[in-house]
């Protein structure tokens, strides 16, 4: 067996926009979830709360060093994900580049492409149907049953 050494980590969540900031949210207790105003009218939605990332994911590119054509490549949940390990390579304080070198990223979430689940649910709390294809993109598990 290969020895593993967690060597740096990133977080990216409601509850905080780098790591320090959620663990401190975590350690205080911080409520991160409550209404989701445009559910709150809509009878089609049965869930009204939720938590959602309030950050502005270019301005964190920018300030972690994230390079544009990755910004161009990705969508919102892909690019979360850059975001957070890039804050994982500069927690470790790791300044090299990791063209040519054996590098593994861990990543845990909660689900694929967000903009996928934002448009199905605009289409159904707007009681309008999407096509199938839209459901194909969205993984099975997610959906309400």
Same mark, same amino acid.
């Given at each position: =067996?290969?020895?593993?050494?967690?060597?740096? =980590?990133?977080?990216?969540?409601?509850?905080?926009?780098?790591?320090?900031?959620?663990?401190?949210?975590?350690?205080?207790?911080?409520?991160?979830?409550?209404?989701?105003?445009?559910?709150?009218?809509?009878?089609?939605?049965?869930?009204?709360?939720?938590?959602?990332?309030?950050?502005?994911?270019? $301005?964190?590119?920018? !300030?972690?060093?994230?390079? $544009?054509?990755? /910004?161009?490549?990705?969508?919102?949940? &892909?690019?979360? !994900?850059?975001? !957070? &390990?890039?804050? $994982?390579?500069?927690? $470790?304080?790791?300044?090299?580049?990791?063209?040519?070198?054996?590098?593994?990223?861990?990543?845990?979430?909660? =689900?694929?492409?967000?903009? !996928?689940?934002?448009?199905?649910?605009?289409?159904?709390?707007?009681?309008?149907?999407?096509? /199938?294809?839209?459901?194909?993109?969205?993984?099975?598990?997610?959906?309400?049953?």
């Amino acid at each position: =067996m290969s020895r593993i050494a967690v060597t740096g =980590m990133g977080a990216l969540s409601p509850a905080g926009q780098s790591l320090s900031a959620f663990w401190e949210s975590l350690y205080s207790g911080r409520t991160v979830y409550g209404p989701l105003e445009e559910f709150a009218d809509n009878p089609q939605c049965r869930i009204k709360i939720g938590a959602r990332i309030r950050a502005d994911i270019s $301005a964190l590119l920018d !300030t972690a060093g994230c390079p $544009a054509d990755i /910004r161009r490549k990705y969508g919102k949940a &892909a690019l979360y !994900t850059v975001y !957070t &390990a890039l804050e $994982a390579l500069r927690d $470790a304080g790791y300044t090299g580049g990791l063209s040519g070198r054996k590098t593994a990223v861990i990543v845990g979430t909660t =689900m694929g492409e967000i903009e !996928t689940e934002e448009t199905l649910t605009r289409l159904l709390c707007s009681n309008r149907s999407p096509d /199938r294809e839209l459901y194909r993109q969205y993984p099975s598990e997610n959906l309400a049953k």
